[in-house]
């Protein structure tokens, strides 16, 4: 049975989206749709021990997922046309391959975006829907307790049903209000691929390429839009170091010490390509295309040394009057070390520490411990160090905090 539910959760991490978002195409309701996904998953729990998994998991759930559909109308008696067609669509699906509608999961993300949800359960409910994520990750990620993000989801789930919010993506001239939200969550989702906030797996290429195969679907929609060609850029040369950043054994291999050979140059020309569509616009760089800036530095540096940090301090500075961050002022930081050396380096993380921003994150006791050891002062790194490894959730992340403290 372990190696069932493991096996299970692995297709669900994979195709869960997916079969979530036919379910919505057929009955019109987010909220439902997971649920009838997750009989179809209990029911798999049952079933697969003995007939062992399905060729094509992915269709095996999604046609269980609509018979519960059916027998639920039937039950209701609502047994119209409706129903019929959508029947014979189903026997027509069972015995052949599985053709999800690509767009169906870019439908599932403007669905989640309606404005009539605030921000935060967007996002919550986007990355436990289409991410796969489990609450206890998304819980990680915005800092709160379980408890509290599995009540977010829910009332998340229950106010798209209530406004009766349509499962499509919406006209152009509404782009608006959903556009920004959308972005956000298609990044997110990215950024859980590229460095994985739990678990033992340092990369996770499977939420990393559903994110970027969305992101370049919506710059098609929206070619007017900077912010969209600024997101695809810094998406893909944040992928071109992925077969550089993990050692065989799986281990993370970081940035200095990555065989720069190894990047992919087709995706850093992509890159470069997208964010020239963003300038191209001439409205400016916002928030996505000056992180595309600073990730096309590293990606056309030829080692370290070589970088050209004056600009990413620059362009640095520019993201943090943008957006306020601490994350990004921390990221300034790592870069002023770079050009000024990291005393000067030290005052912007303890400002950043005495103002209490980043409490909990093993972030900035990773700098600050990575400053001080530059600095010669070996034991406040260590402990540092040592209180990061004990904050970060990925398991691997961990084990190289650890070495770097016992290597001091």
């Known amino acids: 049975m372990t190696d069932i539910r493991r096996t299970l959760d692995a297709i669900w991490r994979i195709e869960g989206a997916r079969v979530v978002a036919v379910l919505a195409r057929m009955v019109g309701d987010v909220s439902l749709a997971e649920d ?25 759930l999604t046609a269980v997922a609509k018979r519960k559909a059916i027998d639920s109308w039937r039950r209701r008696e609502r047994l119209d046309e409706r129903y019929r067609t959508i029947a014979r669509d189903l026997e027509a699906h069972i015995s052949g391959e599985w053709e999800p509608i690509d767009d169906d999961v870019l439908r599932l993300i403007f669905t989640a975006c ?8 967007q996002v919550a409910m986007t990355l436990r829907i289409v991410g796969g994520l489990a609450s206890e990750e998304i819980a990680r990620m915005f800092l709160v307790g379980v408890p509290t993000m599995q009540q977010r989801i829910v009332r998340a789930k229950k106010t798209l049903t209530a406004a009766r919010v349509p499962f499509e993506v919406p006209e152009p001239e509404e782009w608006s209000t959903r556009l920004s939200g959308v972005l956000s ?10 460095a994985a906030t739990s678990g033992d797996r340092w990369i996770r290429t499977d939420l990393a390429n559903e994110a970027l195969r969305l992101g370049r679907i919506v710059a098609e929609l929206a070619p007017g839009e ?13 992928a071109a170091r992925f077969a550089a950043r993990i050692a065989p054994d799986g281990s993370p291999v970081l940035l200095a010490d990555q065989d720069r050979a190894r990047w992919d140059h087709g995706q850093i020309a992509r890159g470069d390509a997208a964010l020239a569509r963003a300038d191209a616009l001439h409205r400016g760089r916002a928030n996505y295309a000056l992180q595309a800036g600073i990730a096309q530095c590293h990606a056309h540096a030829a080692s370290v040394e070589a970088t050209d940090w004056d600009r990413i301090v620059l362009l640095y500075e520019a993201l943090g009057e943008l957006t306020k961050n601490p994350v990004v002022e921390l990221n300034r930081a790592v870069a002023v070390s770079m050009t000024s050396g990291p005393l000067a380096a030290l005052e912007i993380v303890d400002r950043l520490s005495a103002g209490g ?5 093993h972030l900035l006791p990773s700098v600050r411990g990575e400053l001080l050891a530059k600095l010669g002062r070996i034991s406040e790194a260590r402990a540092e160090l040592t209180t990061a490894a004990e904050q970060v959730t990925n398991e691997r992340q961990r084990a190289v905090l650890l070495a770097k403290a016992k290597a001091l």
């Open 185 to 194: 969550v298609i990044y997110l989702i990215f950024t859980e691929g590229y």
């Open 114 to 121: 309606h404005p009539v949800l605030g921000r935060d359960a």
């Open 357 to 361: 921003a980043l409490r909990g994150s």
């Open 36 to 60: 009838l996904a997750q009989e179809a998953v209990a029911d798999a729990l049952v079933q697969w021990p003995e007939s062992g998994v399905p060729r094509n998991a992915g269709a095996w």
């Open 226 to 238: 900077p912010e969209v060609h600024g997101l695809v850029a810094l998406m893909e040369f944040q």
